[in-house]
């Protein structure tokens, strides 16, 4: 081989080694910080709903689910945070690896924001912020909000956690 096609192979070597070192920085600063896209789907439902003020005549929709039987805690049934109960008062539940969630899983499969959980029309919908390796409602990978009817289980890595009354 002629030393001109040999300094092309390594330089396109060293480009190629290149990429791949940029790849891997990429998604460790997102596993890190977040993907812009977990930011954009996590203030996305916020955006349409109509001002606070304008809700005020409607009776409160946590108090009006609770009567009608609706969960009022989240319980983790499996992994290393098993027997965590945390109350649902209506404000949205971050999970993840980040140490800003609302229930911290230190799990390997887990993402630092990895789903949130929040009340919506009455209901509580499960919502997966661009995780890795995915967030499941009963046996069906979450790839839009779904509502989370009480006692499915919902598994994110390890962790399963319900809703329950």
């Known amino acids: 081989m002629s030393p001109f ?30 993907s812009k896209a977990a930011t954009k789907a996590a203030a996305r439902p916020s955006q349409p709903r109509p001002p606070k003020a304008s809700r005020q005549p409607k009776p409160p929709r946590p108090q009006r689910s609770a009567q009608h039987g609706a969960p009022t805690k989240l319980v983790v049934v499996q992994g290393e945070r098993a027997g965590t109960v945390i109350d649902l008062t209506g404000v949205p539940i971050t ?3 980040a140490n800003d969630a609302t229930l911290v899983v230190t799990d390997d499969y887990a993402s630092s924001r990895h789903a949130r959980i929040f009340a919506q029309d009455g209901q509580w919908i499960v919502e997966d912020l661009g995780s890795t390796n995915g967030t499941y409602l009963g046996r069906t990978k979450v790839s ?12 994110i890595g390890k962790t399963v956690i319900e809703l329950r009354k």
Do not use: H, Q
Not at 10 to 31: E, S, Y
Not at 144 to 155: K, L, S
């Open 5 to 34: 096609t040999l300094t092309l192979i390594k330089l396109a070597f060293l480009a190629v080694l290149w990429l791949f070192v940029i790849a891997a920085v990429g998604v460790i600063r997102a596993d890190l910080f977040g």
């Open 95 to 97: 999970i993840g690896r």
């Open 144 to 155: 839009r909000p779904m509502p989370v009817p009480p006692g499915v289980p919902v598994r």
